[in-house]
């Protein structure tokens, strides 16, 4: 039997009928690999309505053809969160998208003096956001992701550079765009919510000619205010078309462009002064018990997020036979951001007031601008073959490649000029009409190229309907060229002005690195008939210096100095999938150990020095039941627990334990709907996060360990409801955080600022199709 999966050739559906919310709770529970895939040829007229989803979970493929068997046979921790889950639950962004997935979050909030911008992304103890790929091909830039143009995201956990090269050592994320199909269809949301949240999309596909051409036509348009957040604006709108030509044909041609343009104001979060965990600096001892209004702003009229996104890529794929497949991608993409948030401190010398009992006279500080003008750009090119063939008794089917890819990365640095700051905001109730700051680019620039060819092969061997052995290789060939320049004594790590006036623009760094990265993985499934498989993974995958952010560094303590090895991970997986009540509903087990080595750490042995001996682990367990108890009743929950901690090296946790910073120990998410027989739906579900450590960057420690190192765990409630008025339309109410809990979502390095959680909010819409 062929297991080739294609756009064209999508698996049959073994799963009956069910209702979104099934797919919502299937796909969001789907820890290790059972998931929800409404095939990419039926997207245009799927309606997004509670009662008319298919869930293919135990026997779906995710798209990228290194994967050649189904999900109940591969052995490894697969998640496929497929666009019926995230338009039901009214989700737009990839961060919103990845609550799905226990464990996995945005838990950081940057560093002292920076805000993280885009999708900063944890998973698995480790940062995984320069693991974030479109179509299989890596997807450059620090930006928020919008899904008006996603079928699915695929959460690929455990060591993913066989796959697709350098990577986070915890797993990647591969979103899968819509394109054209041989289906007429219209169908689109208009949404609109509290706290000015409005929002409109349309999918339009149409069929032409008689070879099997079509048009696709995806448009989103966005101006929402983010709910209990004070002048904080998402604003954007997007073009994708997709033309494809001859796709009843042996070969088949797309040909998909995108285009998204944002004019966000950005989010500088919130002091962490008077919460729970904060330690008075002197002179503060007066604002113990009086934490800041959730929903301040401390930011300014000037602070802007500008994005512009474009892509485009051409897909020829050609079927020599039923077993006997090529495709080629070819690829360009830019990503152009233009960006200043106005960031703050919250230590004693940034604070002042001119009576210590008025909370009124409290001001901040408004010193620490983030600058960006950043461009990254890709060209690459994947070719791919797929076989299948026996050996005797020994069924293949094989997987094998070249990619070439080249990245190419822009830094212009700005600076602030003859103004060096805002005006100060009240601390209690600040106005972002704010003066003072002039900024111009300095010249402290920073460029790098990144180009590497890669060559993989995958086979998988099955032997016999019980036993299947699954192995890959990869090597990837890469070169990093990097210069940049700084401002001469500028700390930290600067060049020394050598007798040039304080604040020329010198050149700082010209390094080239070079090297072949060879990663692999081995894994078997063990099937008791029908019902149980077994399974084992063993995996490794390595990160370069600048592979995540193509920056080197001269600096003796950063790991992308390039004298330094590759970093290396290692898992290890097992786990067991269920099959229960006729492919109804699934049960999943998986247990892995992940340890990751060569982290840089201080010589204990030589101050001042720094060496690769440090070694971090993370154990885990994840579970998911997933799937339907009857017709009309769903259900699905999951849960992850993580145990992480410092085998070796400097501890990287404020609170002094050996555990991984921004690492929830435990997370948990559940959701279960019912159909009642006059149509309408109701879902409710729960996503809990257990605590965490924030990092430590020194800081805090210098400052008396005055802000919070830990985020409490908490537990928040979502409801939908969902009524067909006809074929064509459905009314569709979400609430959000039903119980309004108040919660730290994300908090910075040195703990002076904090993401709020989102409050209690409602969002109607309205479905429809034609």
Not at 55 to 63: A, D, K, M, P, Q
Not at 246 to 264: H, I, M, S
Not at 336 to 355: E, H, N, V
Not at 602 to 618: A, C, H
């Amino acid at each position: 039997m062929s297991y080739i999966k294609s756009r064209k050739h999508a698996p049959k559906c073994p799963f009956p009928a069910l209702s979104t919310a099934t797919l919502a709770a299937g796909l969001a529970m789907a820890l290790p690999a059972v998931a929800a895939e409404v095939a990419p040829a039926d997207a245009a007229d799927q309606a997004t309505t509670l009662d008319k989803v298919q869930v293919r979970g135990l026997h779906s493929f995710i798209v990228s053809p290194k994967f050649t068997q189904t999900l109940q046979d591969t052995p490894q921790t697969i998640q496929v969160i497929d666009k019926e889950l995230f338009n039901q639950q009214g989700a737009t962004t990839l961060t919103e998208a990845l609550r799905n997935s226990a464990g996995v979050g945005t838990f950081y909030a940057g560093e002292n003096g920076n805000t993280s911008t885009g999708d900063t992304l944890y998973m698995r103890g480790f940062d995984s956001s320069s693991s974030i790929f479109v179509d299989g091909i890596r997807d450059l830039g620090s930006v928020s992701r919008d899904l008006f143009n996603i079928e699915q995201v695929e959460v690929v956990k455990g060591p993913a550079s066989t796959d697709t090269g350098r990577s986070a050592p915890t797993g990647a994320i591969n979103l899968v765009t819509k394109q054209a199909n041989l289906r007429n269809a219209a169908s689109g949301t208009v949404s609109a919510g509290n706290d000015g949240q409005q929002r409109a999309n349309a999918d339009w596909n149409h069929a032409f000619g008689e070879s099997g051409n079509a048009l696709r036509l995806n448009a989103m348009w966005q101006v929402s205010d983010v709910p209990g957040r004070d002048h904080v604006n998402n604003s954007r709108w997007g073009i994708a078309p997709s033309l494809g030509f001859n796709l009843e044909g042996a070969t088949r041609v797309y040909l998909n462009l995108l285009y998204v343009k944002q004019d966000n104001v950005p989010d500088g979060f919130v002091p962490t002064i008077g919460m729970a965990g904060w330690k008075p600096q002197n002179g503060l001892a007066a604002l113990v018990g009086h934490p800041v209004d959730p929903e301040n702003f401390y930011g300014t009229r000037a602070d802007h997020d500008d994005v512009t996104a474009q892509m485009a890529t051409l897909r020829v794929e050609h079927d020599f036979s039923d077993t006997l497949k090529l495709s080629n991608t070819l690829r360009w993409g830019k990503t152009q951001q233009d960006y200043l948030l106005t960031s703050f401190r919250a230590m004693s010398s940034d604070i002042a007031w001119t009576d210590p009992s008025d909370l009124s006279t409290y001001t901040i500080k408004r010193g620490l601008p983030t600058f960006k003008d950043q461009r990254n750009e890709i060209l690459t090119d994947q070719l791919n073959l797929r076989a299948d063939f026996a050996t005797g008794a020994v069924q293949h089917f094989v997987s094998t490649g070249v990619e070439f890819a080249r990245e190419d990365y822009d830094f212009f640095g700005q600076a602030a000029t003859g103004g060096s700051a805002w005006t100060p905001a009240k601390l209690y109730d600040p106005d972002w009409n704010a003066t003072g700051l002039t900024w111009a680019h300095n010249g402290a620039d920073r460029h790098g190229k990144t180009t590497t060819v890669s060559a993989y092969v995958f086979d998988t061997l099955k032997f016999g309907d019980s036993f299947l052995l699954t192995a890959g290789l990869r090597a990837d060939r890469y070169r990093i060229d990097f210069r940049s320049a700084a401002v001469c004594g500028t700390p930290p790590n600067a060049p020394a002005c050598a007798g040039n006036p304080a604040g020329t623009v010198l050149p700082h760094l010209d390094a080239i690195l070079e090297k072949t990265l060879v990663s692999g993985k081995l894994g078997a499934v063990y099937k008791l008939g029908d019902t149980v498989s077994l399974y084992a993974n063993w995996a490794i995958s390595q990160q370069p210096p600048g592979g995540g952010t193509m920056e080197l560094s001269g600096a003796a303590n950063n790991a992308n100095n390039p004298k330094f090895e590759p970093q290396k991970a290692r898992t290890l997986e097992v786990g067991t999938k269920w099959n229960l009540i006729e492919n109804a509903l699934a049960f999943n087990l998986a247990l892995f150990d992940t340890e990751v080595a060569n982290e840089v750490t201080p010589d204990p042995t030589l101050p001042g020095t720094y060496v690769q001996t440090g070694r971090k682990s993370v154990k885990g367990i994840e579970a998911s039941v997933v799937g339907n108890i009857t017709e009309s009743w769903s259900v699905s929950a999951g849960l992850s627990h993580l145990s992480s901690q410092v085998e070796a090296g400097a501890l990287v946790s404020a609170d002094g334990s050996r555990a991984l910073a921004y690492t929830p120990d435990n997370a948990f998410t559940a959701w279960t709907t019912y159909r009642m027989p006059f149509g309408l739906s109701v879902g409710g579900g729960l996503r809990y996060v257990g605590g965490l450590t924030k990092g430590s960057d020194g800081a805090d420690t210098a400052n008396g360990g005055a802000t919070p190192a830990n985020i409490k765990s908490y537990t928040v409630y979502d409801a939908v409801l969902s009524y067909p008025i006809n074929d064509k339309l459905t009314l569709r109410f979400n609430g959000y955080n039903l119980f309004d809990k108040q919660y730290v979502a994300a908090i910075n390095k040195s703990g002076y600022r904090y993401t709020p959680g989102t409050p209690r909010t409602f969002l109607l819409s309205a479905d429809f199709r034609f």
